[in-house]
């Protein structure tokens, strides 16, 4: 197989610069919102198309509910008009849907929504589009630590059990593998509570598109970036 053409299974993506995007059109935030939109529908079809098998998107940060009222409103009606306009074509394409984060924080309108959408995309089998929706790596470390620590003192586990498999398999990613690429849109370098443990290995792909201009040709792009990369896992080749 080329180097080139390796594709990973799992990619991940800090969807950053919708608010930039709309402010240099002279457009209100919540549009740069529902373009990145759109930008997300296209990035999912050519990402199963390619062939990656989990695409996990950073849509809404813990942080983010500090977010004026009305951003976070108009957020909050995104996920709904979302689901809305996207099962239908989800559904066609095989993708299923699951959702990392504190879930609890949603409107009950928002939390039917989002069960909406899993339940009607469970049977995909070609790619599986993780939403990341108030979630924060610390928040997710902190209640793995509180369940573990629960199991120990119920006399369960000893504490020289845990080991990182245990850890790994008590965040919301339990199921999942570990991210190959985390790609971030707008020029920002940082990981903004993403992942933290997920991303030990993972290939980082900085980018200044804003995320409203990414699609198809940004994501052949980052792939293509990753197949050069040379992943060594602390070895000597
Ligand atoms: C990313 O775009 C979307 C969310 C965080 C919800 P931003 O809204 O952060 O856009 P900028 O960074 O202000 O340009
Ligand atoms: C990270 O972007 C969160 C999402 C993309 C949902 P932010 O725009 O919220 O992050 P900071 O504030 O630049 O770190
Ligand atoms: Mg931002």
Redo the contacts with the bound molecule.
């Keep these: 197989m080329n180097e080139n053409k390796k594709i990973p299974q799992h990619v991940a993506i ?6 930039r995007w709309a402010k240099q059109r002279g457009k209100d935030r919540s549009e740069g919102h529902f373009a990145g939109m759109m930008a997300l529908r296209d990035t999912v079809k050519a990402a199963a198309e390619m062939g990656v098998k989990y695409l996990t ?5 813990t ?2 509910w500090g ?1 004026p009222q009305a951003e976070v409103e108009a957020l909050m009606q995104l996920v709904c008009k979302g689901v809305e306009m996207n099962t239908p074509e989800l559904r066609e394409r095989g993708v299923r849907v699951e959702v990392i984060g504190a879930r609890e924080r949603f409107s009950s309108e928002v939390n039917a929504a989002l069960d909406r959408i899993i339940s009607s995309t469970a049977s995909g089998q070609r790619m599986t589009l993780v939403l ?1 929706l108030n ?1 924060s790596s610390r928040s997710e470390l902190t209640a793995a630590v509180q369940r573990l620590a629960r199991r120990v003192a119920e006399g369960e586990i000893r504490a020289e059990q845990i080991d990182e498999q245990m850890i790994s398999q008590s965040l919301y990613t339990a199921s999942m593998p570990d991210p190959d690429l985390i790609i ?1 849109t ?1 020029g ?1 370098c ?1 990981l ?3 992942l933290m443990w997920q991303a030990s290995y993972a290939e980082f792909y900085f980018t200044p598109t804003l ?1 409203p201009d990414f699609g198809e040709e940004q994501l052949r792009e980052a792939v293509e970036a990753f197949g050069a990369r040379d992943r060594r896992y602390g070895l000597v080749k």
């Design positions: 800090i969807m950053d610069g919708n608010g998107v950073y849509a809404f940060s942080e983010n977010r990341a979630y971030r707008s920002e940082r903004s509570n993403f995320w």
